[in-house]
T-cell receptor
Framework: SQQGEEDPQALSIQEGENATMNCSYK?????LQWYRQNSGRGLVHLIL?????REKHSGRLRVTLDTSKKSSSLLITASRAADTASYFC??????????FGPGTRLSVLP | ETGVTQSPTHLIKTRGQQVTLRCSSQ?????VSWYQQALGQGPQFIFQ???????GRGNFPPRFSGLQFPNYSSELNVNALELDDSALYLCASSPWDSGTEAFFGQGTRLTVV
């Protein structure tokens, strides 16, 4: 079963707007990672946030983690058409494998 | 570029056949994991290899098997292919250190007809 659940399943915004995606999970985690996938190709690692961290930034990306609510959010600011992709959260619950959610499909319209 | 390479990129097989997919891990990474991603779904963990031994397995039948070689590259073998095995197969490499990033290859798109 998938631990992470992204929300919304699909998101459509205009270029320049911000995009926010959420991820919920069920068990305690060691860390949580966000990945991007373009057109069914490989996963590109975006950012890792550890369980003792609350927020991390990387360029136009901002990730938050609330372990009390077992949730995380990914914010993409000033979106571009090139940000169009599927975004997945993956939890590492002290094992050696990641558990992925079904993903959020983001469409950024020019 | 992640440094993780998979081959082939696309493959078409007939039901009942066997297939071998290959993965070269990123330099310095001794752990390789395989994932299956059906269309429209998130990746599902198949198994992981560390120091040439299986180190964890997801909910996949024994006809899914693997190998890891001394140079840390890996193979995924699937016997008696079924139509539902059609998917994108992803390989991820990482150092043996829980809590670090895993880097994925571009995947192999397997179609079973």
């Amino acid at each position: 079963s998938q631990q992470g659940e992204e929300d919304p399943q699909a998101l459509s915004i205009q270029e320049g707007e911000n995009a926010t995606m959420n991820c919920s999970y069920k068990t305690s985690i060691n860390n949580l990672q966000w990945y991007r996938q373009n057109s069914g190709r490989g996963l590109v690692h975006l950012i890792l946030i550890r369980s003792n961290e609350r927020e991390k930034h990387s360029g136009r990306l901002r990730v938050t983690l609330d372990t009390s609510k077992k949730s995380s959010s990914l914010l993409i600011t000033a979106s571009r058409a090139a940000d169009t992709a599927s975004y997945f959260c993956a939890t590492d619950n002290y094992g050696q494998n990641f558990v992925f959610g079904p993903g959020t499909r983001l469409s950024v319209l020019p | 570029e992640t440094g993780v390479t998979q081959s082939p990129t696309h493959l078409i097989k007939t039901r009942g056949q066997q297939v071998t997919l290959r993965c070269s891990s990123q330099s310095g990474h001794n752990t390789v994991s395989w994932y299956q991603q059906a269309l429209g779904q998130g990746p599902q963990f198949i198994f992981q290899y560390y120091r040439e031994e299986e180190n964890g397995r997801g909910n996949f039948p024994p006809r899914f098997s693997g190998l890891q070689f001394p140079n840390y590259s890996s193979e995924l073998n699937v016997n008696a292919l079924e139509l539902d095995d059609s998917a994108l197969y992803l390989c991820a490499s990482s150092p043996w250190d829980s809590g670090t990033e895993a880097f994925f290859g571009q995947g192999t798109r397997l179609t079973v007809v």
